[in-house]
C-alpha cells in the first residue's frame, strides 16, 4: 500500500499541472498558437536541458552489466514488436505512430527513482540510476528513428533517419551532457544552476500545454487506442518481462528496477515528442493522462505481488 501512496503523491502533481492547463484554455487565456509554440519551446529548449542535466550527474555503474543488456534488448524487442503489430493493424501512420511510443516509452525516469527510495530508503537507487541514464536516451532514439520513418511527409530513408536522429534536440543534447560526464568537463556553478533552472520548467510546462490541448470528445473518440496502449503499457508488457527478468535470475534491486521500467506509466515527453514530429498530438497526451491515472493500481498490485514472492 506504501508503494500506492508513493505513486499517487508523484502522479497527482502531474494531475494538477494538466487541470490548471485546461482551465487556462477554457477561459481564454492561452491561443492555441501560443500553446504551440510553448510546446515547441519545451521540445527545444528546456527538454533538452533537462536531458542533459540527468546525463550530466548520472553516477554511470556498468557493474551491473547483465542488468544493463537485458534492460536495453528487452527495449528494443517491445519496440519491435509493437511496431510490427500496430503499423499492420492501424492504417493511419500518425496514430499508429503515436501508439507504439505509448506502449514502449515509459515515465521510468520520473517515477522509478522515487519508488525505489519508498522501497529500498535514500540512497539505494543505484541500479535503477544506472538503467535511467542509459534507458532514457534509448527512447529517444527509438522515438525519432519512429517519427521520422512513418509520419513525414518526404520519403524515408537511412541517411534521412540518421540526420533526423543527430539534429534531434533531445538527443544531442542527452549526448553532450554524457561527454561531459565521461570527460569529467566541469560546468561554472553559476552555468549550471540556469541549466537546472531552465531544466525543472520540461515537465511543467508540458503538462500545462497538454492539459490546454484536451478535448474530451476526442477521447471518447480515440478509446480503442487508448484501450490498447493502456492494457499494454500497464499490463502486458509488465507481466511478460517481469516474468522473464524472474526467470533470468534477477532479484532485489535489480529486479525490482526492471519491473518499474516495464510497469510505469507512458511517459510526459512522449507528449513533447509526437506532437512536433508529426504524430497525433492528442492522443499522445490522452495516453499520458490515462495511463499515468491507472498505473496508480496496477503499478501498487505489481509491488505487492513480487514482495509477496519475496522476489524483491
Known amino acids: 500500500m506504501e508503494s500506492v501512496a ?120 543505484e541500479v535503477t540510476g544506472m538503467l535511467v541514464a542509459v534507458i532514457i536516451p534509448l527512447y529517444n532514439v527509438l522515438a525519432v528513428i519512429l517519427f521520422e520513418s512513418s509520419c513525414q511527409n518526404e520519403k524515408t530513408g537511412m541517411g534521412r533517419i540518421v540526420k533526423g536522429i543527430l539534429k534531434n534536440p533531445l538527443i544531442l543534447w542527452t549526448c553532450i551532457g554524457l561527454a561531459f560526464n565521461l570527460l569529467h568537463i566541469s560546468i561554472p556553478v553559476a552555468v549550471n544552476s540556469a541549466v537546472v533552472s531552465l531544466g525543472q520548467v520540461a515537465t511543467p510546462l508540458a503538462l500545462f500545454v497538454m492539459g490546454g490541448n484536451f478535448e474530451a470528445a476526442k477521447t471518447r473518440k480515440n478509446r480503442k487506442p487508448l484501450m490498447a496502449v493502456s492494457m499494454t503499457r500497464l499490463i502486458i508488457v509488465p507481466v511478460l518481462c517481469t516474468a522473464m527478468s524472474v526467470v533470468l535470475g534477477f532479484r532485489g534491486k535489480s529486479l525490482y528496477a526492471l519491473f518499474l521500467m516495464y510497469a510505469t506509466p507512458t511517459a510526459v515527453a512522449s507528449y513533447a515528442m509526437a506532437s512536433s514530429m508529426g504524430g497525433d498530438e492528442d492522443l499522445a497526451g490522452e495516453i499520458v493522462l490515462v495511463t499515468t491515472a491507472v498505473s496508480m493500481v496496477s503499478i501498487g498490485i505489481g509491488v505487492y505481488v513480487l514482495t509477496a514472492l519475496r522476489l524483491i
Open 6 to 125: 508513493v505513486t499517487i503523491r508523484v502522479c497527482l502533481p502531474i494531475y494538477i499541472m494538466i487541470a490548471v492547463g485546461y482551465m487556462a484554455n477554457r477561459r481564454g487565456m492561452v491561443s492555441r498558437l501560443t500553446r504551440k509554440e510553448l510546446n515547441t519551446s519545451v521540445f527545444r529548449i528546456f527538454l533538452p536541458l533537462l536531458l542533459f542535466e540527468n546525463m550530466y550527474t548520472s553516477h554511470l555503474d556498468v557493474s551491473n552489466i547483465k542488468v544493463l543488456l537485458f534492460a536495453v534488448a528487452s527495449v528494443i524487442l517491445i519496440f519491435l514488436i509493437c511496431h510490427a503489430v500496430i503499423f499492420h493493424v492501424v492504417g493511419n501512420k500518425s496514430m499508429a505512430a503515436t501508439m507504439v511510443q505509448g506502449m514502449y516509452r515509459s515515465n521510468f525516469a520520473l517515477l522509478g527513482i522515487a519508488l525505489t527510495e519508498t522501497l529500498y530508503g535514500l540512497g539505494e537507487t
